[in-house]
DNA sequence: TTAATAAATGCAACAGTGTTGCATAATTAA
DNA sequence: TTAATTATGCAACACTGTTGCATTTATTAA
């Protein structure tokens, strides 16, 4: 029950496992699909204040649970960061426009590296956006 | 004289040569940097409204004049397009936070482009953000 | 050069997202 | 169960993007 598995994740991490954390957290872990504030205020079965969702996930990102990218309108969309997605080494992601889907690209060549260190990197970000397969195909 | 070139630029993309765009194209073609609305509004030694810059710049992206980018604050930045820069080709941009400065990374490779072809990509939008070796020493 | 036409600009207003303070509700610890 | 702590909802605000409309500016025709 992915319920219990959202309280374990909570717990492990010193958070407090209240009722829309849980549920916030469920909603995240079911598909690697990344969604905004509104979205997920939108989606979520639950009762719950544009605010929370904010300070949820701020704690969400703090404790790395997620990962917070910017779209190509400059909204934050947030998706759940998975034992399968290598976040120790930064990479590009590809999103569907249409289902949400993230998909994660390859991490970077070293001609990308050489060059990253002139510079202090504190923050990479790539993101592409176009339509998946099994949507151009509906 | 940059002005003459901004004139000419805009007489070459069959746009009016206004007081106002010669100002904004010249004042983006003076360095490879990228700025927000705010921050040409501020900058500009001129009077001009941010409506105004806004409609300015959307023209010159149509014209393929700027480059259009997103900083991880999600807010729209502006580069000059120049012959140097190798729009045709999607790729990678480094951004001081400092300075504004922006250096092109180089095109992606092919195992890249692979998964990119599963995708019906509309929109490539690649930007780290960091410190430049100038801006580190000072 | 001037008048008529077309387009650019400024102002004001609004929408959407991010963000915060504070009163209240929920959770934890004693 | 009660006291202390924390989370939440509500309201408000800041900032950016965006648009309508009246006015100014630039272009065209005479």
Redesign the pocket.
Known sequence: MSKQIAINILKQHS???????IAVLEFLMEQAKAY???EMERLLSI??????I???LQ?FETEGLVIKMIDLN???IYMFNNQNHNDSKKHPHLRCKKCDKIVCLPCLPNEYMDKLDDFEINQIYFLMEGTCKECLSN
Chains 1, 2 share one sequence.
């Open positions: 958070q407090r496992a209240t009722f829309r954390r905004s504030l509104t009762n719950i204040d544009r605010a929370t904010y300070r949820i704690i400059g909204t934050c």
